[in-house]
């Protein structure tokens, strides 16, 4: 069975920094074209980062860019978010997502991903 299971969450102060993980099973990991989305309450889904199998680019939201890094580790199937420089803005629920095909459109579209978590929150408040 396919699983993907996002943790790390918390809350944490402005200016902090938490790191999430996402460990997938139950399908080719490598294969896949990986991504972590965002939602916050009454609002859309936002697409923070990806990064396509087996590495290489990584695409990033403009509202993380040079403050967030995704990136993987193939050989334990895991995903990571590293999220520094937090802004309260930042607060949502983070969702990993994992594509159909080893490379994804920028920003990605939600019928390109196959399997998603059940998400893990992030509050930023002092």
């Known amino acids: 069975a396919v699983r993907v299971v996002e943790s790390g969450g918390g809350l944490v102060q402005p200016g902090g920094s938490l790191r999430l993980s996402c460990v997938a099973s139950?399908?080719?990991?490598?294969?896949?074209?990986m991504s972590w989305v965002r939602q916050a309450p009454g609002e859309d889904l936002e697409w923070v980062a990806a990064?396509?199998?087996?590495?290489?680019?990584?695409f990033y939201a403009d509202s993380v860019k040079g403050r967030f890094t995704i990136s993987q580790d193939n050989a334990e199937n895991t995903l990571y978010l590293q999220m520094n420089s937090l802004k309260p803005e930042d607060t949502a629920m983070y969702y990993c997502?994992?594509?159909?095909?080893?490379?994804?459109?920028?920003?990605?579209?939600?019928?390109?991903?196959?399997?998603w978590g059940q998400g893990t929150q992030v509050t930023v408040s002092s």
């Open positions: 139950g399908f080719a990991f490598s294969r896949r074209a």
């Open positions: 990064i396509p199998a087996r590495g290489g680019r990584t």
């Open positions: 997502a994992a594509a159909e095909l080893g490379y994804m459109g920028w920003p990605p579209r939600s019928p390109e991903f196959a399997y």
